[in-house]
């Protein structure tokens, strides 16, 4: 049976689209301020790179049932760039509005929006949504900053999100792809990845980021086992002959102490400042 479709209106004819606020919910008012509701046919939709890079295929086949039975309850937004319609959010619901038979969709049309703008709206919304991957959050986050040139103060505001969020986001950006695939292949705690970042002995860290490769350490409390028991600073791996290690003040790391430690041997004679100092050089090597 052959498709009916309503006849064509003409622009100065047609309806305006009240704009439910609940419509914004996924994105924020204030960011889509000057948008216009209107259907775009599909074809005219270009997908350029999204801050999601990970679908589940068959909850995409769901979702394509769901909008084919209900139709798209949450419009894509668009942004106007002479004759085409650029994604800037929804590229889930377009991918399963191009499986079925739906040759249009409702949009928030915006036009005249700079490139920061945009790259905020997008992460907005994509933020929102518990399925995102915190890796993929994080390579927004460097992405916007590096597009933008922005402070971590400047990003908070932007994008509405907290200081410590943005820091331990780039933090995580900034490491190695492989590790950044192992933590989403294994599901690994984000937070293993900010303590691996922590650690300052590189051979130590490169043992700790193979672990991570392979999918043994994906909870911070496997890491922080395993800096116990193979630290970088280990009593039976020490070059010390004494085999009693002095104990440290709560809080004080052993580089810091050795730093109070020298300070204060300017206030000895010279032979114990030589006797000292000669402690604190093979301290220093230990430590190392």
Known sequence: MAKTFEKRVSKKNRKVISLNKDLFKDYGEELLDGANLQEVPLKSIVVKDQVRTKFNESSIRELAANIEANGLIQPLVVHREKSRFVLICGERRYRAMSTIDIDAAPCF??????????????????????????????????NYQKATKSSERKICKALGISKTEVHRSLIIAKLSSKVKEAAKAFDIEKYVLIELNGIDDKSFRKKVERQILLGAIRKRVELRRMIKEGGVISVKKSKMKSKKQASLPVGLSANAFLKVMKSQSKDLDPASRKALNALLKQAENVVR
């Open 109 to 142: 049309v915006l036009e005249d929006k700079t490139a920061d703008e945009l790259m905020a709206i997008q992460f907005s919304e994509n933020s929102s949504r518990e399925a995102l991957h915190y890796i993929d959050k994080a390579d927004g986050i460097l």
